[in-house]
């Protein structure tokens, strides 16, 4: 199993901070690179949020509602998972 971070993207060049609104998969999903796994809110906007990898969501470590640092991190995955 290799276990990757996904982190808090950066949206706008001067965002410090977005907030979780939701989560679109649970820990045990499958995911696709490139598919929506969840809505962070910035100061200006509510943005889908795209998985950077392929797998199986292993834990959500940032909760709706949690204000987040950019970069830091939000979710593990399990990139060696099949996400079919």
């Not at 990757?4 to 907030?19: C, I, N, S």
């Not at 598919?35 to 199986?56: L, N, W």
Request: proline residues 5%; hydrophobic residues 45%; charged residues 30%.
């Amino acid at each position: 199993m290799a276990r990757v971070e996904l982190k808090m993207p950066l949206l706008g060049y001067d965002m410090e901070a977005g907030r979780i609104a939701a989560w679109t998969r649970r820990p045990g999903d499958s995911i696709a690179r490139g598919e929506v796994v969840a809505e962070i809110e910035t100061d200006k906007a509510t943005v889908e949020m795209e998985s950077t990898v392929s797998g199986r969501l292993l834990e959500i470590v940032a909760h709706p509602g949690e204000e987040i640092a950019v970069d830091a991190v939000i979710a593990f995955v399990d990139d060696e998972a099949d996400p079919t």
